[in-house]
């Protein structure tokens, strides 16, 4: 009978859905197919370096998102790479989540760094150690290994540094965090909570606690509403209901789990219809969604919150918490930060080419910078001289036709904003200020250029700290690097509007490919622009779709079938509930 159970279990979506075995057939062999050919061929349009050339030494910090994509995609053997970091592995981070309820193994969702570019034909040096201080005017990083007796420093020159070091947690000085709350951010962590989570049924099922304190150590604690506490939430439910509430029946009833948020809705980042459905569904679940609720103390037994609507103070008692919000920048990247002169800034920040600014030949992606993207506004006079080729002091629509181009790809809140007004050229942008009097026969002066442009900046955003820009970014700066040279020669990028001829490269462009947020259950809500309609898909049959492109971004192909196995694995024998 319970083999029957498993069979309905797998076969209910489905049923719900008859094309979807057709659909997630063609999806998981494309996908799967696509990467699989994408990383055989790699390697295949490899740039030499010129016989005799200075081979230039390329340092990486970090084998995150960033600096793994960055190192997968570089191909110019003219650099020597050095990657610096405490782990000798990259870490999928979105299965994280599934690693604490033991629904995916640690092992099957990290791979060897020297795997990855063992058949790369580049210098490549890897260094177990930890980053200490950046030294940018000598071009010197200091570190520290701990596998070392008395934890020996160590200095590391470089021609181009690429830091990629992820971010730390942000407590926001909330006091209690550090020492009672547990983290997602690492395998450890993750391994961590599966433990901790055991051992609370554990402590729960001995004769001598009474039946509070089973309720207060079986209170599961969720801090941030966004993707990471929502996917643990609903693992974490998962979990309980479907294995350890069958082990431990005698504690099964005083399992709760609370899932607090600052914010008016979990999820925010989402579409509405997403959020409402996520919210109502944990309701559903049991799982106690408490909204506009800021945690503001976090005791060994107990956390305060404070109600943001009414100011209301309550305690709530708890055994295990998770703090899953907010990241903050390491303290040596602090550091670098204040030598030069980024303060008072979250995280680093970039130009529109990942360049740190302040610095000469470093880099920084990922969660630990973020690209400062210039206004039109403050180089509204520049764009305008630049544009006035005949120096009248008026522009042309022709004259502005010819740079639009140029414009857009410099500052990419122009095209959005003419994108998000349906403009289809300049001129409905002049129709905007101008009315009707806007022609392909009307001149502009310096103060229409500016009235014209005065809107565009407010399309410009922040990218989100998520896994897949910092992939895109490490990407797009292998792409620089190994057309270094060439583009140095033969520039591809905008015009230089405060200089003059072209930049070297095309700015980066960030290119949203959507996002899901698993709600247990088997289903997942999923925001894609390649779905049909508006790209909203909430249900099993984007549980389906989760699993096979979750399965197919997998850096190996060891890492796919170890994924693929460990679901399955589940699926049949349910997950492992040992302290391991």
């Avoid at 070091?165 to 391994?191: I, R, W, Y």
């Avoid at 606690?209 to 209170?219: A, F, G, N």
């Avoid at 809705?265 to 559903?284: C, V, W």
Wanted: glycine content about 8%; overall charge positive; some cysteine.
């Amino acid at each position: 009978m319970k083999d029957l159970g498993i069979l309905q279990k797998i076969s209910k979506p489905f049923r719900a859905y008859p094309r979807l075995s057709k659909i997630l057939l063609v999806v998981a062999v494309s996908g799967g197919g696509y990467v699989a050919y994408a990383q055989a061929n790699s390697d295949s349009d490899l740039i030499s370096s010129a016989p005799g050339a200075e081979r230039k030494k390329v340092v990486v910090l970090g084998t995150g998102w960033a600096g793994t994509s960055f190192l997968r995609s570089l191909t110019n053997s003219s650099y020597d790479v050095q990657v610096v970091s405490p782990r000798n592995y990259f870490t999928f981070t979105p299965l994280l989540p599934s690693v604490t309820c033991g629904t995916v193994e640690p092992r099957s969702i990290i791979e060897p760094i020297r795997n990855i570019v063992r058949k790369k034909k580049i210098g490549f040096q890897f260094t177990e150690a930890e980053c200490l201080k950046i030294d940018p005017k000598g071009k010197k990083i200091y570190c520290r290994s701990k596998l070392e007796d008395g934890e020996k420093e160590f200095v590391v020159d470089y021609d181009y540094l690429v830091i990629s070091v992820g971010a730390s947690v942000n407590t926001f000085n909330t006091p209690g965090v550090m020492e009672h709350c547990h983290f997602l951010k690492e395998v450890e962590d993750a391994q961590k909570i599966r433990k901790t989570v055991v051992e609370c049924f554990e402590k729960a099922s001995l004769p001598t606690v009474t039946d509070e304190e089973k309720e207060r150590i079986l209170h599961f604690a969720v801090v941030g509403g966004g993707p990471t506490g929502v996917e643990f939430a609903a693992e974490l439910h998962d979990y309980v209901n479907e294995d350890l509430g069958d082990l431990y029946p005698g504690v099964k009833d005083k399992v709760k789990i609370t899932l607090l948020e600052a914010g008016n809705h979990i999820l925010s980042m989402f579409d509405k219809r997403i959020t409402e459905f996520a919210e109502a569904k944990f309701r559903r679940d049991g799982i106690d969604v408490k909204t506009g609720s800021m945690v503001t103390k976090v005791d060994d037994k107990q956390i305060t919150t404070k109600e943001m609507k009414t100011g209301k103070i309550e305690t709530m008692p708890y055994g295990m918490a998770l703090w899953s919000t907010g990241i903050g920048s390491r303290p040596f990247i602090r550091d670098f930060m204040n030598q030069i002169g980024q303060a008072n800034r979250r995280v680093l920040a970039t130009d529109e080419w990942l360049r740190v600014e302040g610095c000469d030949k470093v880099y920084a992606l990922g969660d630990c910078a973020t690209i400062n993207q210039r206004k039109v506004q403050e180089d509204i006079s520049a764009i305008f001289s630049k544009a006035d080729k005949d120096k009248s002091g008026t522009l042309t629509v022709q004259e502005w036709k010819e740079v639009i181009n140029d414009i857009c790809e410099r500052y990419p809140q122009v095209d959005l904003y003419l994108k998000n007004k349906h403009m289809r050229n300049i001129v409905d942008l002049l129709k905007e200020t101008k009315g009707a009097s806007a022609t392909d026969t009307v001149e502009l002066d310096i103060e229409d250029f500016k009235t014209a442009l005065s809107k565009v900046d407010s399309e410009m955003k922040m990218l989100p700290a998520t896994a897949q820009v910092a992939a895109q970014e490490g990407a797009y700066l292998a792409s620089c690097f190994n057309r270094m040279d060439k583009c140095e020669k033969y520039p591809e990028g905008p015009l230089r509007f405060r200089g003059e001829g072209r930049h070297r490269f095309r700015p980066f462009r960030y290119k949203h490919l959507g996002q899901f947020a698993p709600l247990g259950g088997e289903q997942t809500a999923a925001q894609l622009p390649v779905l049909p309609g508006d790209g909203v898909s909430i249900g099993y049959s984007s549980q389906w779709l989760w699993y096979s492109v979750y399965a197919s971004k997998q850096v190996s192909w060891r890492n796919r079938g170890m994924v693929i196995s460990d679901w399955a694995r589940r699926f049949i024998f349910g997950r492992d509930s040992s302290q391991i």
